[in-house]
Nanobody
Framework: QVQLVESGGGLVQPGGSLRLSCVASGSIFRFLPMGWYRQAPGKQRDLVASITTDGSTSYADAVKGRFTISRDNAKNTMYLQMNSLKPEDSAVYYC????????WGQGTQVTVSS
């Protein structure tokens, strides 16, 4: 079981940028394929970006070209650089190991609004 703490969210204007961070506890982070998910009010939680243990990445069509996922295994940390933000990107963002029953963290709120 890995404890996950997300941070870096906030209020930003359309077109702005944010960088989210996810810090994981323990020593197994480097062995876990990871993803960033988001959930808007009344909607399901969706995967927006993923990264394998060797750094290969994948993105949902809605964020492709605007978001960049990365990881630093030495720091047990994963990042999500979000550029050209749109109001529809507003949601609570979570990090989580792919395909895992690990408990979810508290998430970090991203609000894109003028």
């Amino acid at each position: 079981q890995v404890q996950l703490v997300e941070s870096g969210g906030g209020l930003v204007q359309p077109g702005g940028s944010l960088r989210l961070s996810c810090v994981a506890s323990g020593s197994i982070f480097r062995f876990l394929p990871m993803g960033w998910y988001r959930q808007a009010p009344g909607k399901q939680r969706d995967l927006v970006a993923s990264i394998t243990t060797d750094g290969s990445t994948s993105y949902a069509d809605a964020v492709k070209g605007r978001f960049t996922i990365s990881r630093d295994n030495a720091k047990n940390t994963m990042y999500l650089q979000m550029n050209s933000l749109k109001p529809e990107d507003s949601a609570v963002y979570y990090c989580h190991p792919l395909g895992s029953l690990n408990p979810w963290g508290q998430g970090t709120q991203v609000t894109v609004s003028s």
